[in-house]
Nanobody, 122 residues
Framework: QVQLVESGGGSVQAGGSLRLSCEVS????????MGWFRQAQGSEREGVAA????????YYADFVKGRFTISHDNAKNTLYLQMNNLKPEDTAMYYC???????????????WGQGTQVTVAS
């Protein structure tokens, strides 16, 4: 059973940056799809970014392309989400996840952590 622990959320002004971290334990394999999704209050979950932990293609939702960067440190088994130029509409709970199925498609969110709150003030 994979365990995912997020950190790094907080409150920032629009245009600011945050870096989310996700410590992964009980790994599911050597090259797995990991990612971030978010859920704003009263809204459905939406995939933000995903990648295979050994590198290769990265998948981003259109609304974060050019602003967010997903990465993975194999030595630390930690997933990151660098978020730049944050907008008020980015306000949500962000979850680290090990989705199932085609990476980046988010048809099955798989396992996820407890989440970390990101709040962007205008």
């Amino acid at each position: 059973q994979v365990q995912l622990v997020e950190s790094g959320g907080g409150s920032v002004q629009a245009g600011g940056s945050l870096r989310l971290s996700c410590e992964v334990s009980g790994t599911t394999g050597s090259n797995v799809c990991m990612g971030w999704f978010r859920q704003a209050q009263g809204s459905e979950r939406e995939g933000v970014a995903a990648m295979y932990t050994r590198g290769g293609s990265k998948y981003y939702a259109d609304f974060v392309k050019g602003r967010f960067t997903i990465s993975h440190d194999n030595a630390k088994n930690t997933l990151y989400l660098q978020m730049n130029n944050l907008k008020p509409e980015d306000t949500a709970m962000y979850y680290c996840a090990a989705p199932r199925g085609s990476c980046g498609m988010w048809r099955d969110f798989g396992s996820w952590g407890q989440g970390t709150q990101v709040t962007v003030a205008s």
